[in-house]
């Protein structure tokens, strides 16, 4: 009798131990961790002294709010996008007609004569481009994911370029910067957001900084920074509930501007 009543026990046990491993907030990384011992990502990994307020855009982005700004224009990610998914450029992307067709090997041929966002750094927009196509490749290589579906994807895997090696913050050598992790209440449950940058620390995992990319024009740049901030704090949220017991991250001093102050065009002192 007293076996069966063990035996009972025990079964339920794992049965409430597995329901709660069912009812943990879940997250989903699309890509490969920089640190191997960091692949899974959980709550563990978050504390209260996070820093919330990246929010990255494209040029001009830091006048309307944005915390920093990648000195490319939506026109320029698009064209960057269609060279990272030809298939698309070859049936007719109204965004991607000056890729389709292109020369081999010369993806960005149409813009040799167009002069640089950053002139003191490239000699015409053509290499200017294919720089920046560089980038995004050794970003996607190192995540070991090329999913390029959405336009912003191009935007996205520069973050960490000129987060890290234009300007020096969240050294590499301390922090990895990744992104695209999404997380549910369950891992049952339906998908409640995605993360479009994670910094962490290599050494132990835990999480420094959290924000999101969005690649909009002008016109849409504010809007688009309001539901970066709704989304962060959707995040918050979620994440609250699990936060009552931890320790502050303490965070390196942070520069305001990726490009200067007021966010101007061009890196100064910017790594060749």
Not at 36 to 44: D, F, K, L, P, T
């Amino acid at each position: 009798m007293k076996i069966a009543q063990l035996v009972l026990s025990a079964l339920a046990l794992s049965a409430s131990v597995a329901l709660a491993e069912e009812s943990k907030p879940y997250f989903r990384s699309a890509y490969r961790s920089k640190e191997a011992h960091c692949a899974s990502w959980g709550v563990e990994r978050f504390s209260r002294g996070i820093d919330y307020g990246l929010f990255v855009g494209a040029q001009g982005a830091v006048g309307h709010g944005f915390t920093y700004e990648i000195p490319l224009s939506r026109a320029e990610g698009d064209v960057l996008w269609c060279a990272l998914n030809p298939e698309v450029a070859g049936h007719n992307h109204v965004d991607c007609k000056d890729v389709a067709g292109a020369p081999a090997g010369r993806p960005f041929a149409a813009f040799e004569g167009k002069p640089a966002v950053s002139p003191d750094r490239f000699p015409n927009m053509e290499k200017e481009l294919e720089t920046h196509l560089a980038w995004i490749k050794e970003e996607a290589e190192l995540r070991g994911g090329d999913d390029f579906g959405r336009m912003g994807t191009s935007l996205e895997f520069l973050v960490p370029h000129y987060l890290q090696i234009e300007r020096g913050l969240y050294p590499d050598a301390e922090y990895a910067v990744e992104g695209g992790v999404e997380y549910r209440e369950s891992a049952q449950g339906r998908t409640l957001g995605e993360l479009d940058i994670l910094v962490y620390r290599r050494k132990d995992c835990a999480v420094a900084a959290v924000g999101e990319v969005k690649f909009s024009g002008p016109a849409g740049m504010e809007r688009a920074l309001k539901k970066a901030k709704e989304q962060i704090q959707r995040f918050k949220a979620f994440l609250d509930p699990y936060l009552k017991s931890k320790l502050d991250v303490r965070l390196p001093e942070r520069v305001q501007y990726i490009f200067g102050e007021g966010g101007e065009r061009g890196i100064a002192g910017a790594h060749h």
